[in-house]
């Protein structure tokens, strides 16, 4: 049974940094995409960083480029999610998902699996 597990949310001033943390159990991150989503009330969720095991690419929002940055460790079955100079618009729950096969790594619907999600809040 495959389980994403999110960490590393939480409260920060404008301008601060959060490294956000998806660990996975029953899977490999060594395929597929994988990526970190958010989800603001009210608000559809979005696509901010993915990273394609196929092709090397990675996707970034047009709101968090040059911020942002995602990184997978395979060996602790990690990714993560470097968040730095956050504005309060950054505020979301943010997720992790992972899709073991050749899609479109910004396409929300692609992703097979998802985590419950981790709380960033940024406050001004």
């Known amino acids: 049974q495959v389980q994403l597990l999110e960490s590393g949310g939480g409260s920060v001033q404008t301008g601060g940094s959060l490294r956000l943390s998806c660990a996975a159990s029953?899977?490999?991150?060594?395929?597929?995409?994988v990526g970190w989503f958010r989800q603001a009330p009210g608000r559809q969720r979005e696509a901010v960083a993915t990273?394609?095991?196929?092709?090397?690419?990675?996707y970034y929002a047009d709101s968090v480029k040059g911020r942002f940055t995602i990184s997978q460790d395979n060996a602790k079955a990690t990714v993560y999610l470097q968040m730095n100079s956050l504005k309060p618009e950054d505020t979301a729950m943010y997720y992790c998902?992972?899709?073991?096969?050749?899609?479109?790594?910004?396409?929300?619907?692609?992703?097979?699996?998802w985590g419950q999600g981790t709380q960033v809040t940024v406050s001004s």
């Open positions: 990273f394609s095991a196929f092709t090397h690419s990675t």
């Open positions: 029953g899977y490999t991150y060594s395929r597929g995409c």
């Open positions: 998902a992972a899709v073991p096969y050749l899609v479109t790594c910004s396409n929300i619907a692609a992703y097979d699996y």
